[in-house]
């Protein structure tokens, strides 16, 4: 057996415990001396001065000056549960990972946020929705990082800090706190044709989510599958509610926003709390591995695509069932570190420019905000399979690990740690003959096509839907103070759609931008840069 790794509570992984700061009957500083009174500084006499000797008044005043982390960057606000996910077995005939066995029995926790708000902003402001989850499988953690809308913004990682700096509160004023209703946001989504999609879903009533427990979740890429044959697919994952897909009407979100602006997040955990455990069904589009990754004229790697369910049903392949709250926010739900490079044998990752920068971002931003590399210890992240790595010491490291030192080949240790053995199943990688590589600085012609699918989802929505969709454009960009910005959005949505176009145009009191006017804009030095269609053709 290799080196073996102790955890600090010397309890099993992944379910939090009673920390040790809470061990015995009686009060005691951090180093274990009773207490008998923590109401009075020790001071030189009634009236002090207070003695510097006082440790335990330092101890106690200079933890206190340290119990804020950073907020994550994005999603900062968000609440989480946790719950088991068992497998139906119907996955199997396309991808190995042992947790999607028939009746396999996963524990998983899930984090549900919005994106643009602080830490202590409302819950129910118009937003896309994270919906994380982490499945603790037996052959390591897996999570599942996606959101409650299938396309996202941009189509590059590169351009992530943009678009959020775009959609954060302005700098000078940090207003406004939480909503997409401000110029920076429509500036770079009006010369952003690709975000036409991601604005559209945003705008329409998924913006606005009922509850956490009636939102659908997609892990909006494409993900590539691997059977025990070694034989793959591309695939797209979905969570579908078991209580379907509601949303508030804006004025309700309004309203809930000032009486309770953590309409969500009681809303999730009373349903938990008296039983009603909220379910959703995991399930799977399934396309063919292609050298082209598309399908039926779609390109699989741009992440502002979907693929409509009518050309690739969702499979379903198991079942999440939400049934425990946290018992302590900041341990869990704020200490949780979510990666979209934790996957297990069977899944991996496609070249979706997106995707690729994810890998890099997560891992590095959780270095700064738990504080050091070794937050994968912490009882929220780690790992319900054994943990045998050859990482080391570090900040905040709680493990004692036995051994010479980690190395490999070790004849000193007698081999240990072992690597999997050939016939093991094969890692995470998929081998893939690499095409000889072409250094390029440019985005794919198929991710040119900006305005087809946000006319689709224009068209997929009832009458009183898109009325919704268009008072929730007028709301917004009736919000900006720049009127060319107004101006620029609206001849995006003459791109998408005639009749969208002119009910915002009314709405917010301006002259519909007139079919002919759209072949004269000239194309902005952002959008020539970056290759994106304009103008938009329609
Ligand atoms: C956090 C989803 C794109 C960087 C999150 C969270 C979700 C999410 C759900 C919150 C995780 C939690 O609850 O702790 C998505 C989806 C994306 C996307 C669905 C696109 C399809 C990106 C990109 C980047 C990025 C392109 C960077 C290049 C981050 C960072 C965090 C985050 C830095 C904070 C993580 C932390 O502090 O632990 N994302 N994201 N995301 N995301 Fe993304």
């Known amino acids: 057996t290799g080196p073996e790794t102790v955890s600090p509570t010397g309890a099993p992984t992944g379910a939090p415990q009673l920390s040790r ?42 933890h206190f000056d340290h119990e804020r982390i950073p907020e994550r960057v994005v999603h900062a606000r968000g609440y989480g549960a946790h719950g088991v996910f068992v497998g139906y077995g119907t996955a199997s005939n396309v991808c190995m990972a042992g947790f999607l066995g ?15 708000g602080s830490r202590g902003s409302a819950d129910t402001v118009r937003d896309t929705r994270g919906f994380a989850t982490k499945f603790y499988t037996k052959e390591g953690n897996f999570d599942l990082v996606g959101n409650n809308m ?48 991601h604005v559209m879903w ?49 004025e309700e979100a309004q309203l809930a926003g000032g009486f309770d602006p953590d309409f969500h997040r009681r809303d999730l955990a009373d349903a938990i709390e008296s039983g009603a455990y909220p379910q959703w069904e995991l ?7 292609s050298p082209q990754q598309t399908f039926e004229g779609i390109d699989l790697l741009d992440p502002t695509k979907i693929v409509p369910e009518e050309l690739a049903p969702v499979q379903p392949i198991g079942m999440l069932t939400l049934n425990r709250n946290p018992q302590n926010y900041f341990a869990e739900t704020e200490q949780v570190a979510f990666h979209v490079g934790n996957l297990v044998p069977g899944v991996d990752v496609t070249d979706d420019p ?38 080391r010491d570090g900040f905040h490291q709680h493990a004692v690990h036995a051994g010479v030192a980690p190395y490999r080949p ?22 893939q003959p690499l095409p000889r590589a072409v250094k390029v600085r440019e985005a794919p012609k198929s991710f040119a096509d900006h305005f087809t699918q946000p006319r689709l989802f224009w068209q997929s929505l009832s009458p009183v839907e898109k009325e919704h969709l268009v008072n929730a454009f007028t709301f917004e960009l009736g919000k900006c103070y720049e ?37 004269k804009v000239t194309p902005s030095p952002a959008l020539s840069q970056v290759g994106h269609t304009w103008p938009p053709d329609g």
């Not at 030189?44 to 200079?62: I, S």
């Not at 399930?283 to 591995?289: A, E, K, R, T």
């Open 202 to 250: 945003n705008m329409s009533d998924r913006g606005i989510p009922r509850s956490y427990r009636m939102m659908e979740g997609f892990g909006v890429h494409t993900f590539r599958l691997v059977n025990a044959e070694g034989e793959t697919v591309l695939a797209k994952f979905h969570w579908k509610p078991k209580l379907g897909v509601h949303s508030l009407v804006w």
């Open 483 to 519: 009127q060319a910005i107004k101006e620029r959005e609206l001849l995006v949505l003459a791109g998408v759609d005639a009749t969208l176009c002119a009910g915002v145009a009314r709405g917010l009191g301006l002259p519909v931008p007139a079919t002919a006017r759209l072949k």
């Open 283 to 289: 399930g799977l589009q399934i396309m063919p591995d």
């Open 102 to 116: 028939d009746g396999v029995e996963t524990p998983v926790f899930v984090r549900f946020s919005t994106v643009l």
């Open 21 to 62: 700061g809470q061990q015995g009957e009686f009060l005691t500083t951090s180093t274990g001396a009773r207490l008998h009174d923590t109401d009075h500084s020790l001071k030189a006499g009634e009236r002090g001065p207070t003695l510097l000797q006082d440790h335990h008044l330092r101890e106690k005043v200079m």
């Open 150 to 197: 299938p396309v996202f913004f941009i189509q590059d990682g590169i351009k992530f800090p943009d678009v959020i700096h775009a959609g954060k509160p302005h700098p000078d004023r940090e207003i406004p706190q939480a909503q997409s209703a401000h110029d920076t946001f429509w500036d770079f989504v009006s010369t952003h044709t690709e975000a036409t999609h």
């Open 354 to 391: 997106l995707l690729q920068a994810r890998l890099f971002s997560y891992l590095d931003t959780q270095l700064t905000r738990l504080a050091g590399p070794n937050f994968n210890q912490i009882p929220i992240n780690r790992p319900h399979a054994p943990v045998n790595d050859m990482l």
């Open 410 to 431: 070790n004849t000193l240790d007698g081999g240990n740690p072992f690597v999997a053995k050939a016939q093991d199943r094969p890692l995470v990688e998929v081998a």
